[in-house]
């Protein structure tokens, strides 16, 4: 019998103008998404209700931080319910972006962070690895990593 605990779900959090959510379900199969792009819901009760249920369902949240995002408020929110709810939090910035300068908090939540194109196609790698090896082996990974540096 398949055991659907163990197949990961992602919520994807950040702007959604690039189409970069199309670009990781592509290439990473065998997960759940939850991409909220994909919701149709224009009330901001509504879709505040629908994003929230999302981070609690999920195991992950993939943030993407888009230069084109006028605030990045929602990926903050989104970040802020995750951390609170123990999620691992994947954060992926391109540079350039208004609030950049201010945006650390929601650096300083991410369990992992990534710059630019090349820090995308290495958090596309890394879910595919989480996908195949589980959350627990990505944070040991971490914190090997930290303790390096």
Known sequence: MVNIDKVLVVYFAGGMKTGWPKRVKERVKGVIFIDPSESGLTDEKAYTEYDLAGVNRADLVFGYMEATNPGGAGLAVE?????????????????????????????????????????????????????????????MRLAEEQAEA
């Open 79 to 139: 970040f802020g319910w995750g951390a609170h709810a123990g999620k691992t939090l994947m954060l992926i910035e391109e540079s350039g972006y208004p609030q950049q300068r201010y945006f650390g908090m929601v650096r300083a939540l991410a369990h992992a962070r990534y710059e630019g194109e090349e820090g995308f196609e290495r958090a596309v790698r890394d879910l595919e690895d989480i996908r195949d090896y589980g959350l627990d082996a990505f944070h």
